[in-house]
């Protein structure tokens, strides 16, 4: 297993604010760019860096289905892994100071509270996006492709495969997270997800 520790928030994609946005719930029509909760929003933006702790695990594992469950839990993910060499299974986080700041804002203004959350979901989704792109460009100077994303819960899989994947990379003590009887992890702003990896055929 590969850890990546204290990863540099300024390597991620830049802000999709249009997500943040969707995130709290509009649709097509945004706040005007000179309104308050751009301005909130923005103040949020600059706080951020402080408030992140950004680690990710993975492993990179060969395909054998009787050795892991999960993969029998879900057809669409064993369609996605058709004929794929191996899988790499990872979990990320943006550590705990997140959470902690959304608890304080809950009581001091809720509609901060309600954006950090949403801004939180979309870094963890752009954490996501840098490793994806990096192990992309690596494994195909190699020879390989990589499949799209699988999440527990998504889709037709399982919430509770979640468990075995923090098992697998045994996340409580490579990056902190943990699991509550509901499969739900803590820190809050974490995701576990699988892709598979195949050979290029010429």
């Known amino acids: 297993m590969k850890i990546l520790d204290h990863i540099d928030h300024r390597a991620l994609p830049p802000i999709d604010v249009k997500k943040v946005f969707r995130y709290m719930g509009y649709s097509d029509v945004?706040?005007?760019?000179?309104?308050?909760?751009y301005d909130l929003l923005q103040e949020l933006i600059d706080e951020l860096p402080s408030m992140l702790y950004c680690r990710l695990c993975y492993r990179s594992i060969p395909l054998r289905s009787d050795a892991?469950?999960?993969l029998q839990s879900s057809a669409q993910l064993k369609?996605?892994?058709?004929?794929?060499?191996?899988?790499v299974v990872y979990a990320l986080t943006l550590g705990p100071i997140v959470d902690e700041k959304i608890l304080v804002y809950s009581d001091l203004s809720p509609i901060k509270a309600m954006m950090l959350e949403a801004l939180g979901g979309e870094r963890a989704e752009a954490l996501s996006a840098l490793f994806l792109y990096g192990m992309t460009n690596d494994l195909s100077k190699k020879g390989y492709n990589v499949t799209s994303l699988a999440s527990p819960g998504c889709d037709d899989w399982p919430l509770q495969a979640q468990a075995e994947i923090i098992a697998l990379l045994q996340c409580e003590t490579s990056i902190g997270i943990t699991l509550n009887e509901h499969n739900i992890m803590t820190p809050s702003k974490s995701m576990t997800a699988v892709f598979g990896v195949k050979e290029i055929k010429q």
């Not at 945004?30 to 909760?37: F, G, H, K, Q, T």
């Not at 369609?79 to 899988?87: E, I, V």
């Open 30 to 37: 945004l706040p005007a760019r000179d309104s308050e909760i």
């Open 79 to 87: 369609a996605m892994l058709n004929d794929c060499g191996y899988m």
């Open 68 to 70: 892991f469950p999960f």
